[in-house]
């Protein structure tokens, strides 16, 4: 059975950073192309970033290039994202996400990916 299990939101200052954790059992990180999304009141799920199998390719939504990071820790078998320079639009539940076999086109799509964990709050004071 597989479990994603999501950490670290919180309450910042706009400017501020945080570090989300998303906790894998079930499934191997380092075999599973891992993702967050998120989605804030009223709007649809969106695609943040997405780390290939292996590790070796990450990918970013425009709107946190340069400010967020993905990571895997295959030791401790968790995905984690680091955000930094947050602004309130970045107020959001963020969600972690895995897949066996992410395809690149269709990666920031909802649809792509297998499994999900139950999402982490994240709120960006102004």
């Known amino acids: 059975q597989v479990q994603l299990t999501e950490s670290g939101g919180g309450l910042v200052q706009a400017g501020g950073s945080l570090s989300l954790s998303c906790a894998a059992s079930?499934?191997?990180?380092?075999?599973?192309?891992m993702a967050w999304f998120r989605q804030a009141p009223g709007k649809e799920r969106e695609f943040v970033a997405a780390?290939?199998?292996?590790?070796?390719?990450?990918y970013y939504a425009d709107s946190v290039k340069g400010r967020f990071t993905i990571s895997k820790d295959n030791a401790k078998n968790t995905l984690t994202l680091q955000m930094n320079s947050l602004t309130p639009d970045d107020t959001a539940v963020y969600y972690c996400?895995?897949?066996?076999?992410?395809?690149?086109?269709?990666?920031?799509?909802?649809?792509?990916?297998?499994?999900w964990g139950q999402g982490t709050q994240v709120t960006v004071s102004s």
């Open positions: 996400a895995a897949d066996g076999s992410m395809i690149v086109s269709t990666l920031s799509l909802v649809y792509q990916w297998d499994y």
């Open positions: 079930g499934v191997t990180v380092s075999r599973y192309s």
């Open positions: 780390v290939k199998q292996g590790g070796g390719q990450r």
